[in-house]
């Protein structure tokens, strides 16, 4: 199993950027998918998560009306769309697969990170 992530780097506050997640190496469309973050000196935090139909998607109350999740079954990738970024949400963003939950403990498979810096 493999997930990679994509997309992160320096962004000026007030920007945008796209996170991308390619998994491989197990049935992509059989997980909900996630991302959580890692800020400096703070604990792993969830992000956002989406079923495997793109039906049903959670946010944390930080990243919601800013943030989208969603996801492309036929090319095993989903995706994390972040608007108005401020320098709150400069962390390490992991891809995530396994069940549709905030708990970090449900989610079976994890990339390993992608830096994500917004500049205020």
């Known amino acids: 199993v493999q997930l990679v992530e994509s997309g992160g780097g320096l962004v000026q506050a007030g920007g945008s950027l796209r996170l991308s997640c390619v998994g491989s190496?197990?049935?992509?469309?059989?997980?909900?998918m996630g991302w959580f973050r890692q800020a400096p000196d703070k604990a792993r935090e969830f992000v956002a998560a989406?079923?495997?139909?793109?039906?049903?998607?959670l946010y944390a109350d930080p990243v919601k009306g800013r943030f989208n999740i969603s996801r492309d079954n036929a090319e095993n990738t989903v995706y994390l769309h972040m608007n108005n970024l401020t320098a709150e949400d400069t962390a390490v963003y992991y891809c995530?697969?396994?069940?549709?939950?905030?708990?970090?403990?449900?989610?079976?498979?994890w990339g390993q990170g992608t830096q994500v810096t917004v500049s205020s």
């Open positions: 995530t697969g396994g069940s549709l939950s905030r708990n970090s403990e449900h989610h079976s498979f």
């Open positions: 190496g197990y049935n992509f469309v059989a997980y909900s």
């Open positions: 989406i079923g495997w139909n793109s039906v049903t998607k």
